[in-house]
């Protein structure tokens, strides 16, 4: 038996601690739901079949708003410090069944199991911060205009709240959601990605036992378009909150235009990583490289287009194509692996697409042999030169362990090429220059610049983007705000005349 066949013998239950937190239905109103058809979940670095989901019908989805319409009543009645009890013992379960959420993560995600330890760590905190964050939704008084009246404001629930989660970040991108809306007094709907549904089931499962009441924490799953038009389309869902392409973003905000809800859209991004000319080569080139690499390159986060001063660019070029050949391919729970496969088939075929675009352009293929590969769905690390604005691999979002590097003259020059996209998530400046700091930091159109770092985020952070990068922001002090609704009051003198 090879090495990788005897990784994969061995079921998912079985590699966990705890095998209940492996489930295999949806979740509604509290109960365990089978659906009327079933859909296979795949291991992206194996192809092996790691259980069935359920696809639920209309009725089963309208079965889950009424839950959570019915509960809403008593959860949002509940004092803020009672909905943080109830968060904080849900943050301790995520945090006492690390390895195993951790272990879910990576077989259905792909990602090395150091990242998936680190996603769960990740997720859990967003929990521990909106929990303590629930008890801290002020109102505010308002120095009154009116004769015998006090005027203020008070924060409430908005109501029910939909939650579609991708696949690249399966448990942290419901966490930074779900617990600002419970905290906020919000009951949830989550529909996870079809891809990598058991780490959302999980935690659903430790919610349940972290006394979340039943109706309040729902999943469900089914045919993604349609699961996503009957949430859209359900008048009781105040919210929604999407993380995922831009393209979905858009279709999302139409279909939700009849209900007029509340949208928060964290949507593509296109991220520069511009190397000033007073930079370290060598240091620079192995930051980008842990910054386009994360995730296999599958992050919103992860640098695109690396835009680095000629005057560095060839040494730069030299220190990067080294840093990055010594990364290692493999199956995520194999030791020592830095990147794991992609997602999907579809996802090698574009990430190949791009780079065949690109050469096809005048971009110089420095590195990546995909003949090394150690499976259909890996994608091994590329590494282009010459990237102009007119190639794909610019453009798009390309979500893959693909690298394009571009030389740039002055900082006028990158703030022009670093701006030139729809998108506007986040951006890297590394440079020592504190006057080029600020230039740089105040012109680039984004809603997130990082200087000198690629560890950006964080429960305290206001994490979103501007332009066609989403809309809102999650983390942070105003994160929660996405899920309240600011109701103002104006308390009259009994008695007074008016006028008088």
């Known amino acids: 038996m090879s090495a990788l066949t005897a990784i994969h013998a061995i079921t998912l239950a079985e590699r966990l601690e705890d095998p209940r937190l492996f489930r295999q239905y949806a979740y509604i109103d509290g109960k365990w739901t089978h659906g009327h058809r079933e859909e296979a979940v795949s291991n ?23 839950a959570a319409e019915s509960a809403f009543v008593h959860w949002r009645a509940l004092r803020a410090d009672e909905r943080c009890e109830r968060l904080l013992a849900w943050y301790d379960l995520l945090q006492a069944n ?127 378009a349609e699961v996503s038009r009957i949430l859209c389309a359900e008048p009781r869902i105040k919210a929604l909150s999407f993380t995922g392409s831009t393209r979905v973003g858009r279709l999302l905000m139409e279909q939700s235009a009849g209900t007029v809800k509340r949208l928060s859209l964290e949507l593509g991004g296109n991220a520069p990583f511009i190397v000033g000319p007073d930079m370290d080569p060598k240091e620079a080139a192995y930051a980008a490289v842990d910054a386009k690499f994360q995730t296999s390159g599958q992050d919103c986060l992860a640098a695109n287009r690396i835009l680095v001063h000629e005057s560095i660019h060839d040494e730069f070029v030299e220190q990067f194509a080294e840093r990055m050949a010594a990364l290692t391919v493999g199956n995520g729970l194999e030791s020592e692996v830095d990147l794991g496969p992609l997602i999907h088939r579809q996802a090698v075929e574009k990430a190949s697409a791009i ?39 610019w453009r798009e ?10 030389a740039y003259s002055d900082d006028d020059e990158v703030i022009e090429l670093a701006n030139d996209t729809e998108y506007g998530l986040a951006a890297y400046v590394y440079t020592h220059d504190i006057r080029r700091i600020w230039k740089l930091m105040r012109a680039l159109e984004y809603g997130m610049v990082s200087v000198n770092s690629v560890k950006m985020t964080g429960p305290p952070v206001p994490f979103g983007g501007v332009k066609q990068s989403g809309l809102g922001r999650e983390g942070g002090a105003t994160g929660i705000d996405e899920y309240l609704e600011t109701k103002y009051y104006c308390l009259g003198a009994l008695g007074s005349v008016s006028g008088s």
């Open 397 to 406: 979002e390309n979500f893959a362990p693909v690298a394009g590097i571009t």
């Open 98 to 224: 690390r390895e195993d959420l951790a272990t879910i993560m990576t077989l259905e995600q792909g990602k090395p199991m150091p990242d998936a330890r680190g996603e769960v760590e990740y997720g859990a905190s967003f929990v521990r911060w909106f929990a303590e964050e629930g008890k801290r939704t002020y109102g505010e008084t308002i120095p009154s205009h009116i004769p015998n009246a006090s005027l203020g404001t008070l924060k409430e629930p908005v109501g029910i709240a939909a939650l579609i989660t991708p696949w690249n970040f399966p448990l942290a991108m419901i966490t930074r959601k779900a617990a600002a809306a419970l905290a906020a007094g919000c009951p949830v709907i989550v529909k996870p990605a079809n891809e990598t549904p058991f780490s959302a089931l999980a935690l659903a499962e430790l919610a349940e036992r972290a006394g979340i009441p039943k109706g309040i924490f729902n999943v469900v799953l089914g045919e993604p």
């Open 44 to 66: 992206p670095a194996t192809g092996e079949v790691l259980g069935h989901i359920p696809l639920l019908d209309a009725n089963q989805i309208t079965a889950a708003v009424d």
């Open 355 to 393: 780079v065949d675009d690109a050469i096809a352009r005048g971009a110089t293929l420095v590195a990546g042999d995909q003949r090394q590969a150690p499976g259909e769905n890996f994608f091994m690390p590329v590494l282009l030169t010459q990237v102009t604005p007119d190639m794909q691999v």
